[in-house]
């Protein structure tokens, strides 16, 4: 089992629509997640950290943490063509304190 | 404010030849790392060091050689370039290995 795992997609939504991204993870003693987004031939960019359960919203982007089922997911409101791009989860991982970066979704919005 | 910066933001080497990418910090940060990025593969680590004066091998540290010259600065040394490592190499920094990392803009390498 990889320590992250998040589905490659391309997942495709019309614009407007809210985008659900999904990702889980191996260790139970991870503590700190976050979500990147990735544009074509750019670095990836820090746009959610997430720390704790529950939810956190951040303008149309909402974070959710659920440590009892190892997953965390990634909610993007009104989408937009501007937001197709590749999301990267990435999961703190306890065992050798490293940070692991799941191989990305392809998300495409189309207008 | 710079963030993370790499330099050279393009490399064509011949099989065999060497090569020093650079990679400097004026975040203050403790943490550094180096990323290869292929595709369909995500990010792999290929070195880290957790603070000055100390580095650690990640998933991929075969033919890489790093340093970390004082804070602010981490480089990777290829000794003799492989067509394998064709890739995209990333920096990045952060606070402690628990905060988000930060990256720099990347280094697009070919061994022809």
């Known amino acids: 089992q990889k320590e992250v795992e998040q589905n490659s997609g391309p997942l495709s939504v019309p614009e407007g629509a809210i985008a659900s991204l999904n990702c889980t993870y191996s260790?139970?003693?991870?503590?700190?997640f976050f979500w990147y987004r990735q544009y074509s031939g750019k670095s990836p960019e820090l746009i959610m950290s997430?720390?704790?359960?529950g939810d956190k919203e951040d303008g149309r982007f909402t974070a959710q943490l659920n440590k009892a089922s190892q997953y965390v997911s990634l909610l993007i409101r009104d989408s937009q063509p501007s937001d197709s791009a590749t999301y990267l989860c990435?999961?703190?991982?306890?065992?050798?304190?490293?940070?692991?970066f799941g191989a990305g979704t392809i998300l495409r919005v189309k207008s | 404010n710079a963030g993370v910066t790499q330099t050279p933001k393009f490399q064509v080497l011949k099989t065999g030849q060497s090569m020093t990418l650079q990679c400097a910090q004026d975040?203050?940060?403790?943490?550094m790392y180096w990323y290869r990025q292929d595709p369909g593969m995500g990010l792999r680590l290929i070195y880290y060091?957790?603070?000055?004066?100390?580095?650690d091998k990640g998933e991929v540290p075969n033919g890489y050689n790093v340093s970390r010259l004082n804070k602010r600065e981490f480089s990777l040394r290829l000794e003799s370039a492989a067509p394998s490592q064709t890739s995209v190499y990333f920096c990045?920094?952060?606070?402690?290995?628990?905060?988000?990392?930060?990256f720099g803009d990347g280094t697009r390498l070919s061994i022809l």
């Open positions: 990045a920094s952060s606070g402690t290995d628990n905060q988000p990392q930060h």
């Open positions: 260790d139970r003693g991870s503590q700190s």
């Open positions: 997430i720390y704790s359960n």
């Open positions: 990435a999961v703190n991982i306890v065992d050798g304190n490293k940070l692991v």
């Open positions: 975040m203050n940060h403790n943490s």
């Open positions: 060091s957790a603070s000055e004066g100390t580095t």
